[in-house]
């Protein structure tokens, strides 16, 4: 059932404020009551008086406190097929930008086995592997180092200008704080990228942990590194 235009809780705080509902959307401004709600049955509708004058757009208008779920469900929140496409759709770009380095630091081991295993060598195939693999022991932690610098520059400053990735972009969706639709701060884009990155390396287990989240989290939706970050994803179109 929608909810009729008044003042309703603040959705996005704690802190006793009230914003104003048209109908549709939420207000961009908050007020405070100008006198405390009434108490009433536990789980009852609490009515909220006017705010002070100088408040939200809007004309004053008694208002009830809505369900948590109620009061998510009038943020238009991504889909969780949306938010899977957009990462994999990321995570081939950044593949794609990663891949001339990692071509580059592989290319000497690579050239030492062909050249281990030319016609007339003396070493043995199986030598030859093991050499390759202890070749790549300093390339592959070279490797990551390339993985994450090229996630931490692909990611962060997207998110922080637009708040949405290339893949975000494709998929219409996009990151904003969970308290007010505004840009991300730095804080937040650094938390939600070190929070996911963190995750990634410690298991692949948290990484899936963290991408299903979103499933049963009511009603923001969120993966764990939204909540590091208190940011929800949102539609966008």
Avoid at 124 to 144: H, M, N
Avoid at 168 to 187: M, N
Avoid at 200 to 205: D, H, I, M, R, V
């Amino acid at each position: 059932m929608a909810m009729e235009p008044g003042w309703y809780p603040d959705p996005f705080s704690s802190g006793g404020y009230v914003r104003w509902w048209d109908g549709e959307r939420w207000g961009a401004s908050t007020s405070v009551p100008t006198t405390a709600p009434t108490s009433g049955p536990p789980g009852a509708p609490v009515p909220l008086p006017p705010p002070a004058p100088a408040s939200a757009p809007g004309s004053p208008a008694p208002g009830y406190a809505a369900p948590a779920e109620q009061l998510g469900a009038t943020v238009p929140l991504a889909a969780w097929v949306s938010r899977a496409m957009a990462w994999l759709l990321d995570s081939f770009v950044q593949g794609l930008i990663a891949l001339p380095f990692t071509a580059w630091l592989v290319w000497p081991a690579m050239q030492r086995l062909v050249d281990s295993m030319a016609a007339g060598a003396t070493t043995t195939l199986s030598e030859a592997i093991t050499a390759f693999q202890k070749d790549l022991v300093p390339a592959s932690t070279a490797i990551l180092l390339v993985s994450v610098v090229v996630s931490f520059v692909y990611t962060v400053p997207q998110n922080r200008r637009w708040g949405r990735t290339l893949g975000k972009r494709a998929l219409g969706i996009r990151i904003r704080p969970k308290v007010e639709d505004v840009q991300l701060s730095w804080g937040q884009v650094l938390m939600r990228w070190l929070v996911f990155e963190g995750l990634s390396a410690l298991s692949g287990l948290l990484l899936l942990i963290d991408c299903l989240w979103p499933l049963w989290d009511k009603p923001w939706q969120q993966a764990l590194h939204d909540k590091a970050a208190s940011t929800i994803v949102v539609a966008s179109r």
